[in-house]
């Protein structure tokens, strides 16, 4: 059974927002791009691993757990999470484009991408290692005496994996249900009960790290990100007011709720409460009232009164 699901990736909505507001001229607009196709990759990887366990027939007790990021010495984050009578699963996901080679000394992974690009990455192996030994010293903790395996999955065939330790198993995504299937029951550890106290156990101790905001950056400065009304139609930026709605004049697309993404766009890029004065900047409107009423109207935090009224996430 799945305890807990992945959730809507934070960081992903970063990255949109950067690329919607960072100019294309600007000298880290190729870097933010890259960052967001890595972070889709991913996703993406995640979501295949997600649809092939959906499809798996596992015939023995278990309890599955995505996106777990616990604090033992420092926080750690584990892509899934499997917990069964005997140990506990760790499934380590990457989705990576290329010739993918596993260096010993150093340790570290070398990605050869398409294009003959050679880019120099931290080894699966060594997160690997080291999830597993801040898992164990997070249960031992806990006086839980519970093994922890690791299973690294490549998303897809077309990643050519050389070098792998023979010690470390690995399998592509597609391989999940029989991976599963052909996993022998040894003696339990754990009945059902204690299985489900420690998953209740796992979810109590869930952290979330403070994510900064995009523009504390000082490659992204706030300065350079454009304002206005974006239009999620045509990715336009410079919808105008007209009769209660934003119309965009790229498209001819009329909008009622649009200045909501906008809004959120801006104090996710600065974390800073939006005040009334910076809302009729970002919308590009000269309306006190209106821009007091669409902020009121807005799932946000109210601090302060009448001129001094600002709103945050």
């Not at 004049?249 to 009334?276: F, Q, Y």
Request: charge should be positive; proline fraction near 5%; charged fraction near 25%.
């Amino acid at each position: 059974m799945i305890w807990k699901e992945r959730g809507v990736s934070q960081n992903k909505e970063k990255l949109e927002v950067l690329l919607r507001r960072l100019p294309k001229r600007h000298a880290m607009y190729g870097q933010a791009e890259n960052e967001s196709y890595a972070e889709a990759a991913g996703i993406g990887g995640e979501e295949r691993f997600d649809h092939y366990f959906a499809r798996s027939p596992v015939a023995f007790p278990h309890i599955m757990m995505h996106n777990v990021m616990l604090r033992s010495f420092r926080a750690f984050q584990l892509d899934s999470l499997m917990i069964t009578p005997w140990c506990i699963y760790v499934f380590e996901i990457k989705n990576m484009n290329g010739r993918l080679q596993f260096m010993d000394a150093p340790v570290q992974l070398l990605q050869t991408k398409e294009d003959g690009t050679v880019i120099g990455r931290k080894s699966p192996i060594e997160q690997i290692i080291e999830n597993e030994w801040l898992l164990g010293e997070w249960l031992e903790t806990r006086r839980i005496m519970m093994p922890v395996r690791s299973v690294l999955v490549l998303s897809y065939p077309k990643q050519i994996a050389e070098n792998v330790p023979a010690s470390q198993p690995v399998i592509f995504s597609h391989q999940l249900p029989r991976f599963l299937h052909q996993l022998s029951e040894e003696p339990p550890i754990f009945n059902w009960e204690e299985m489900k106290s420690l998953a209740r156990m796992i979810v109590a101790a869930l952290v979330t790290l403070d994510s900064r905001p995009i523009c504390t950056n000082p490659k992204y400065s706030i300065e350079v990100m454009l304002r206005g009304v974006w239009c999620s139609a045509c990715d336009r930026i410079g919808m105008v007011r007209r009769y209660g709605n934003w119309f965009c004049p790229g498209c001819c697309v009329s909008d009622k709720n649009a200045h909501l993404r906008t809004i959120r766009d801006w104090l996710l890029l600065t974390g800073e409460p939006m005040t009334n004065k910076l809302g009729r900047e970002i919308l590009c409107v000269d309306d006190r009232r209106l821009v007091t009423r669409l902020l009121k109207d807005m799932n946000l935090k109210k601090s302060g009164s009448f001129k001094d009224s600002n709103y945050s996430l």
